[in-house]
């Protein structure tokens, strides 16, 4: 009796499987570089909402973020004294401001 060795469709050749690697290794520093900017950001988020938005932070939410040279994040900073408050807090780099 022969054994046959037909190859499955689904099983990645080791070439293959080093090609898919560095492909999506080129793609995650683009991505890992932008939520490190937005992770970031939200501690000095925090921080602006409690000094200068006399609020005392819970929930951190990304409302707006826009990459590039001079990008951007607006975070939605849920204040916990009142269940509907919330102040906007603008980040540019680890610059931020509270948004009025």
């Known amino acids: 009796m022969e054994q ?4 499955s469709p689904l099983r990645l050749r080791p070439w293959r499987f080093v090609a898919v690697a560095l492909g999506l290794a080129s ?4 991505l890992a570089n932008a939520a490190a900017n937005v992770s970031s950001g939200q501690a000095e988020a925090k921080e602006v909402a409690k000094s200068q938005g006399n609020c005392t932070p819970a929930k951190v939410d990304v409302m707006r973020y826009a990459p590039g040279r001079e990008g951007s994040t607006v975070f939605k900073v849920g204040c916990s004294e009142d269940k509907d408050a919330f102040v906007l807090v603008q980040c540019r780099s680890r610059i931020c401001a509270l948004l009025r």
């Not at 046959?4 to 190859?7: F, K, M, P, V």
């Open 27 to 30: 793609l995650s520093p683009g």
């Open 4 to 7: 046959s060795r037909a190859s």
